[in-house]
Structure formats: C-alpha cells, structure tokens
C-alpha cells in the first residue's frame, strides 16, 4: 500500500486532560477511517520547530490549545479572517503545498451548540449578554454579530480588559461594570458565561440571577460541572439552559472534516464518550 495513513493530533501544555483524542478516536472508529489522532505535550519553545516537523511524518493537521492558540498564528502563513478577528487559532491544517492554514472553530462551536440546545433560539430577540472578555469570549461575541444579535453587553471583572476587547467590535458591544452585572440580565434575550467562574477548583459565580426570566437563554462554556449553579437557578427559573460540553463537540467537527475528508455527526454517543 503506498497511501499514507493520515494522522491529526491535539497540541498543548499540558495536554493529558484533553477531550479530544477520544472525541476524534471515536469518529474514527465510527466511520471506519484509517487514522490516528494523537495528544502532544509540546512547550512554547519547541512549537515552531514541531510544527515543521509533523507533516513529514504523515501529519495533516492539529488541533491547538492552551497556551498555543495565539502563537501560532505569527507561525501559520495562513489565517482566517475569524482566527484574525479572535486573536486566536484552535485548528490547523497542513496543506500539500506546505502551508500552514490556521482557523479558529470556537465560535461555530458555540453557535452550532446554542442552536441544538435552543432550536427556537432567535439572534434577533434582544441583547446577548457575555459575562467575560477572554479568549473565548471573543469567538462568542463574533460569532453572535455574525448571526444577527442587534447588541451585545460585555462585562467583565477587569472592566479595561472589557473595553480592550469591545474595541475590535464596534458600537454594537456595550461595556458595563462587573458590579453591574446583574442589573443587565433582565431584558437580555441570551446569557453566556464565558469565565471559569463555577468550574470545579474556581471560585463560584457570584452575580445575582433574579433578573432572568422564562424566556432567557443561558449557556455555560464550563462543562466541569456539567450543570453548574448557574445552570441550576436558571433551570429553575424556567429558562433553556445548555451546558458548555455541546462546543467542545462541535468545534472539533470542522477539524475532523478537513483532515479526514468526512464530517463527523455529535451524537449522544458522542457526548458520552466525552464524559468517560
């Protein structure tokens, strides 16, 4: 046989609490696709050089994480206008010509996640409001423009790191205090945590929930609880909740797609291979 096995693996440090070699060992298996994906424990001062090494032997792309995601795209020759947008890279594909393509998956992970857990979901319905300006927030926030949500309510506990962010987004993205958090919650048509406020090992999310009503949308991207407290109290208020499990799932179907040439369904097989 001289077709080469393709291989894709996940990029970090560390890596060994990583989901995805058994989110992607299962499509493989599930598919029947001749592939390996593999977890690499690489230090920032090694990427570059791994990265050139991989697709000579037989690698067609990575996933990258923690704390690689904005290094490597000074690395990449080229990038996404989304990974761009973002300030961040989560997937990367090694293309025939020798090219590093970078993209960043997170947001179409969090809105293909959001729209499974609330098919009713309308971005046209009111604010969003995004508790946290990080990484992840960005790919939220971009994602959430893109579809149409008419404004945004950023607030973070760093406010300046807020406005920093809210900069690359135009007028559409408001800032308010952290202290003001709770105040912004009624009227808000979605609610995304996008902090580690409530994950096990952090701090408890301390903001007061009473302004959420029946007909708010509130999603978690912690999934370590799978129901955090947030969670919890909007349930019982009565509102569509959806834990934060469903992005990490969705993200990785682009990735899969691109390196082994079918796209990949999430499942509830799926997301209980995840909670292994």
Same mark, same amino acid.
């Given at each position: ?38 977890? @690499? ?89 995004? !508790? ?21 309510? !950023? ?43 409530? @994950?096990?090992?952090?701090?408890? @999310? ?24 947030? !969670? ?14 469903? @992005? ?29």
């Amino acid at each position: 046989m001289t077709n080469k096995i393709p291989l894709a693996g996940v990029i970090g440090t560390p890596i060994a609490h990583s989901k995805s070699p058994e989110i992607h060992g299962y499509w493989l298996k599930k598919y029947n696709i001749a592939g390996a994906y593999i977890p @690499m424990d690489v230090n920032t001062s090694n990427l570059k050089e791994v990265l050139k090494v991989l697709p000579k032997a037989g690698f067609v792309g990575v996933n990258i994480t923690i704390p690689h995601k904005e290094t490597v795209l000074e690395l990449a020759d080229l990038v996404t206008d989304r990974a761009t947008l973002i300030g961040a890279a989560n997937t990367l594909i090694f293309r025939k010509d020798g090219k590093i393509h970078a993209d960043n998956t997170d947001g179409y992970g969090f809105l293909e996640n959001l729209k499974s857990g609330a098919p009713n979901w309308n971005p046209s319905a009111g604010p969003a409001t995004v !508790l946290g300006a990080g990484g992840a927030a960005r790919a939220v926030i971009s994602s959430l423009l893109d579809s149409g949500v008419p404004e945004i309510l !950023l607030t973070n506990r760093t406010k300046i790191r807020a406005e920093s962010l809210a900069e690359n987004f135009g007028n559409r993205v408001k800032v308010i205090d952290w202290v003001q958090a709770g105040n912004i919650l009624e009227g808000s048509a979605l609610v995304v945590n996008t902090t580690a406020l409530g @994950m096990v090992g952090k701090k408890e @999310m301390r903001i007061p929930l009473d302004g959420l009503s029946i007909n708010t949308i509130v999603t978690d991207l912690v999934y370590t609880p799978l129901e955090t407290d947030l !969670l919890t109290t909007a349930r019982q208020i009565g509102c569509v909740t959806i834990d934060g499990l469903g @992005m990490l799932l969705h993200q990785a179907v682009p990735g899969f797609e691109r390196w082994f040439g079918l796209r990949p369904t999430v499942d509830n097989d799926t997301r209980a291979i995840a909670l292994q």
